[in-house]
């Protein structure tokens, strides 16, 4: 079969990665969507059960540092677009072990768009009609402080009461973890590619996602799952962090839309204006799981644990997402409380997935970091 587009995405079979390629491959049948993962720890093929024979989908296992490998399967596969979302991702890792968080983010980054750049520049139309798609974090713009109170969920008007003190596209990147420097590295590298050779690259930076097929080390799942179990709930600090929520389903969309339609070398940040302290978050959780299992609300607010603060630990992180909104139309479908439910209903429907990750290597894992708290 002929295919309109020929569309890579990179760290497809992780979290956010997989959502974006079963949009994609279920809205545009007439793109070949090509998911490229090294199925690290973090990937996972179970995630997309439902579309992993659909036609227009393939599966290639490679290193985004394989610079041969990827070179070739642009050639083969005659490439014309590439969201890239693989990377090395949890925070807490980066902190133990920054050298891989470097080798993926940033050498990963800088192969596929020297192989990008190879290909592209070797056809007859070069960059015409062809798009690299940069994911990234708003955790590169540092932390900001704590000004007004949390939980303004998808009030796209919170900046006329509480004044501008979100990141914006234009925000100074000012990096704190070994995670957020190696993706603040790889953004440079992207935009440089522009600059340089005029490849027709944009960079997002998203806020914190929460939602189905999260791996659980991060806050929600980890927690769920531990609610479940009653196993302690492990707090850093006082639980006084802030976060900006945004449902994962939501950044696929947007991702759709800028993929087709943001502007060259434009960076668009993603959020929802949905701020929450963590400890208020975990309550929520708390509540929601205790709720759906059919326990007493609140009954596991006792596991909450406070623990050694994470080592550098950024204060608040909140999106400024304006720009998006205005330009290209787009906004959260879901409140928070709705987004929530959903989630907390679809890890207690699927031990099996949470379960199989859950054993083994992982648990191990888990065991070491909680030892060191
Ligand atoms: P994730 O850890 O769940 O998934 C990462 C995927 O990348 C996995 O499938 C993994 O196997 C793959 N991968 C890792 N190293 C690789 C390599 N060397 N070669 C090929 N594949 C490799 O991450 P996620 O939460 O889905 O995040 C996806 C992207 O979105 C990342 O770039 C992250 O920085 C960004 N982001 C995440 C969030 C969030 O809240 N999770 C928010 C904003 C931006
Ligand atoms: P996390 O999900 O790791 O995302 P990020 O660090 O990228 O924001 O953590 C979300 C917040 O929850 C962050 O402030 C750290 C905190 N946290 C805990 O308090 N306990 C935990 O066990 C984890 C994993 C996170």
Redesign the pocket.
């Known amino acids: 079969m002929e295919f309109k587009r020929s569309i890579v995405i ?9 959502h974006v390629v079963r949009l994609f491959v279920n809205k545009y049948p007439e793109y070949k969507i090509i998911n ?9 093929l179970a995630n997309l059960k439902d579309i992993e024979s659909a036609p227009n989908y393939r599966f290639v296992k ?5 610079f041969e490998a990827f070179y070739q399967l642009m050639q083969d596969e005659h490439i014309d677009g590439i969201i ?7 925070v807490d890792r980066s902190i133990k072990d920054p050298f891989t968080f470097a ?3 940033v050498m ?1 980054t800088l192969s596929l768009l020297q192989a990008a750049k190879l290909y592209w520049e070797s056809l007859p139309e070069h960059y015409e009609g062809k798009r690299f798609y940069h ?5 590169v713009y540092g932390a900001l402080e704590l000004t007004h109170p949390e939980g303004k969920a998808n009030d796209f008007s919170a900046h006329e009461v509480y004044g501008d003190d979100f990141f914006v596209e234009t925000t100074k990147y000012n990096p704190h973890s070994p ?1 957020s420097a190696s ?1 603040a590295s790889s953004d440079h590298f992207v935009r440089a590619f522009h600059d340089t050779y005029g490849m027709p690259t944009v960079v997002t ?6 939602g189905p ?3 659980p080390e ?1 806050l929600i799942p980890l927690f769920i799952n531990n609610i479940r179990h009653r196993k302690p709930l492990p707090v850093y600090g006082k639980g006084e962090n802030v976060r900006d929520w ?1 449902y ?1 389903e939501d ?1 696929a969309r947007a991702i759709d839309l800028i993929f087709h339609e943001g502007k060259v070398a434009e960076t668009y940040n ?1 959020g929802g204006f949905n701020e929450w302290k963590n400890i208020d978050i975990i309550k929520v959780v708390i509540n929601t799981v205790d709720r759906l299992l059919g326990r007493k609300e609140g009954e596991d607010m006792d596991l909450i644990t406070y623990v050694t603060d994470r080592a550098g630990h950024d204060l608040r992180y909140a999106i400024d997402s304006r720009k998006l909104k205005a330009e290209l139309g787009w906004e959260p479908c879901l409140q928070f409380e709705e987004g929530i439910e959903k989630t907390v209903k679809w890890y207690l429907e699927n031990q099996e997935w949470m379960d199989n990750i859950t054993s083994g290597e992982y648990e191990k894992y888990y065991e070491e970091m909680y030892a060191d708290r």
């Open positions: 990179t760290g497809g079979a992780g979290f956010i990665g997989s490229l993962d090294k199925l690290t720890y973090a990937g996972n490679m290193d985004i540092c394989d890239h979302l693989a990377a090395e991702s949890h080798r993926t983010n990963g994911i990234s974090t708003d955790e995670y993706k930076n998203c806020s914190n996602n929460y097929y999260q791996f991060k945004l994962v950044h993603i």
